[in-house]
């Protein structure tokens, strides 16, 4: 019977009917759950007494609080930093390793490599690599006699400690870099290679701007995994110190709802941690679109 | 295209340079686990200490590491291909609407994106214990539904796009329907981005920790990123039996990677 449906409606109504899955996921799954979460914002709720209308004190509440205008700042200061870092570097490194070579599987696999260690593991390791008395780089410092930072001990050092431990978990901008630039048909470079293009011309002037958004959906991407889930890591490394030097917006959250069970608040400040998120995703976005470039862009074949 | 020896050979060690240098935190583990137990941290670069396997069997012994790696398969063999169908379902259509609506349904997916994971911990408790899925595997592999992540139906987007509309519309002509374009047509000439779409979904639900320590509640349910949570609780100090659990957790991915990733290729 609905087998039958479907093969007498247009091709256009069909197509809306591979989207269903989607549809229905996103309601279930993100939509109504956040409608649920974001509006305990305007009750006091502790999971235990039933939720209790307060208007907005649970705003007020949060945006007085010197901890949550702290944590805003430290979350923007692990985001515009590291980002841009770390879409162009694993872009150029699908560049680097993008044509045939000896070895090229195995190189390829290393750069990927870190991305696929489970987070307790990876947060450990780096605890040990970057451990200021006896952390092999701080060895290699000392022998080249340089000074020695205190990484996730000192207050100045911890937020570079977590940026440095994350540049090399670049694989999934890495793997779409590759996909995308293999995608990208060979004739377009061979074609300007024989009109004359040097390669670092060809780079600048046609595969950059083929990849252009691509990247952009690949710093959107970042900037949202940087803003949320970097929770994880620093669960697991610094908790949030030393002098809450680490301390960012999720972690202001987790620890208002799942510590104190002031659940109100830490739906206030999830709102704040969604607009701000788009805001970021906003100015890049109507940034980069006076320029011509959108994630809907027409590409060359279409 | 000719490149000279000279350049080939400088992009080789450029290469060999950025490998190593990504390898180091795996070495770092690597050497940690054969670390004898009980060994503080140490300075030395060397195995001063000696080199000991034990860490490897003291792991199986303390927790049932072969049940919770067939559950770990189990979740990811299920998630994975409803993740690819459902995705690139999505993707398909999408690239295929009037612009207009590719550029309504890119924007949710974004807002979609942005829905902070934390708000979705106790709302989605509440919702799998409506729906019955509360302590089953259907808990875990719920997102596969949606795609997993709305940022996979936009890599599908993308690459679904790139092809030219004329290859749809003849094959339209020959009296082929949507699946079988979708099947047949359009997913074989995406296929480093399936590929990598399956690669990237694979590590999200055999390291996901959040999920089993939220939703699940028999032991017998618990998954390998459990594991090493509970090894984790029995000592935080015992480091070669950690790093020999995450060298063991992160294998499998690895072994994975290195035998799909020559079909990333399509072009040379």
């Known amino acids: 019977m609905l087998f039958k449906v479907f093969k007498k409606t247009s091709y256009t109504r069909k197509l809306y009917f591979l989207l269903i899955p989607y549809t229905l996921g996103v309601l279930l799954l993100v939509i109504f759950p956040g409608i649920l979460s974001f509006t305990l914002a305007f009750f006091r709720y502790d999971a ?62 290393s750069i990927f490599l870190p991305s696929i260690i489970p987070a307790p593991a990876y947060a450990l390791a780096w605890l040990w690599i970057l451990n200021p008395l006896f952390g092999p780089v701080n060895i290699i410092l000392h022998a080249l006699r340089l000074a020695l930072p205190g ?41 300007a290679y024989i009109d004359g293009a040097s390669s670092g011309k060809m780079f600048w002037l046609i595969t950059l701007p083929i990849m252009f958004p691509m990247l952009l959906l690949l710093s959107f ?64 976005y109507s940034l980069f679109g006076k320029e011509g470039i959108s994630i809907t862009d027409e590409t060359f074949l279409s | 295209m000719k490149l000279s020896f000279r350049k080939l050979s400088l992009r080789f060690i450029l290469r060999i340079f950025f490998a190593a240098l990504f390898l180091i935190p795996l070495v770092w583990i690597m050497m940690a686990s054969l670390r004898p137990q009980g060994t503080p941290l140490s300075a030395s670069f060397g195995f001063t200490d000696g080199i000991s396997l034990q860490n490897f069997s003291r792991m199986w012994n303390l927790v049932p590491m072969g049940k919770y790696t067939w559950n770990s398969l189990l979740v990811v063999g299920l998630a994975l291909p409803l993740t690819l169908i459902t995705s690139s379902w999505a993707g398909f259509s999408i690239s295929q609407l009037s612009l207009r609506s590719q550029r309504r349904w890119v924007l949710l997916s974004l807002a979609v994106l942005m829905v902070p994971s934390i ?30 992540s709305p940022f996979y139906i936009l890599m599908f987007y993308r690459a ?46 055999w390291g996901d920790f959040i999920s089993p320590l939220l939703y699940l509640q028999s032991e017998e349910k618990y998954t390998l990123a459990i594991a090493l949570q509970l090894l984790e609780q029995m000592g935080r100090s015992d480091w070669s039996l950690l790093m020999s659990a995450a060298l063991y957790m992160s294998a499998i991915p690895i072994i994975l990677f290195l035998f799909v990733q020559p079909f990333l290729n399509t072009s040379d």
């Open chain 2, 119 to 148: 708000a979705l911990w106790s709302s989605r408790f509440i919702l799998y214990k409506a729906l019955g899925w509360h302590n089953t595997i259907w808990a875990l592999i719920a997102p596969a539904w949606m795609g997993t």
């Open chain 1, 151 to 191: 990484w996730f001990a000192n207050p100045n050092w911890a937020k570079p400690a977590l940026i440095f431990m994350s540049l090399w978990q670049i694989g999934e901008g890495f793997l779409i870099s590759l996909a995308a630039l293999s995608d990208m048909p060979e004739e377009l470079e061979d074609a």
């Open chain 2, 160 to 205: 679904f796009k790139r092809i030219p509309s004329e290859i749809y519309a003849s094959a339209r002509l020959d009296g082929a329907g949507v699946l079988t374009i979708w099947w047949q047509i359009a997913l074989p000439l995406v296929r480093p981005t399936a590929i990598g779409v399956g690669i990237l979904s694979f590590i999200v639900y």
């Open chain 1, 221 to 284: 991407r970042d900037i949202i995994l940087s803003l949320q889930e970097s929770l994880t890591t620093i669960l697991l490394t610094t908790n949030g110190g030393p002098y809450y030097s680490t301390y960012i917006l999720p972690l202001f959250i987790y620890e208002q709802g799942f510590d104190l069970l002031s659940f109100g608040i830490a739906s206030a400040a999830m709102w704040s941690l969604y607009i701000l998120s788009g805001l970021i995703i906003f100015v890049l």
């Open chain 1, 48 to 109: 235990l007494s039933s939720p209790l209308w307060v208007g907005n004190l649970n705003f007020i509440l949060a945006y007085t609080d010197e901890l949550f205008l702290l944590s805003v700042q430290n979350s923007i200061s692990l985001v515009l930093l590291p980002v841009p870092i770390r879409v162009l570097g694993a872009f150029l490194m699908a560049r680097l390793m993008q044509k045939k070579g000896p070895f090229l599987n195995w190189l390829r696999a």
